[in-house]
């Protein structure tokens, strides 16, 4: 299993974990500051998920004015290290 930590740029959250296991599937994901209960919420949602399926998913999504988001950020991780 692959761990991954990842430092978001644009966004409240700080810190993205992840692991990926042998079959590209997601677990363990936790997001260090941030909206606690939606991120919270995404790591729950994502557990056991396709990494890559879930990054096309999650990528563009936008929080408010900012042009990226915490979900778009993890996107990015997963692209950049899976």
Do not use: W, Y
């Not at 994901?29 to 990494?51: P, Q, S």
């Not at 999650?58 to 950049?80: R, V, W």
């Amino acid at each position: 299993m692959k761990h991954i930590d990842f430092k978001p740029q644009g966004v409240c959250s700080m810190k993205i974990e992840f692991d990926v296991d042998d079959e590209n599937k997601l677990h363990n994901v936790a997001f260090m500051g941030g909206c606690n209960g939606n991120l919270k919420a995404i790591g729950r949602l994502v557990e056991g998920k396709d990494a890559s399926e879930i990054a096309e998913i999650l990528k563009g999504n936008q929080c408010g004015f900012k042009g990226t988001s915490c979900a778009d950020q993890f996107a990015k991780a997963i692209m950049e290290n899976v």
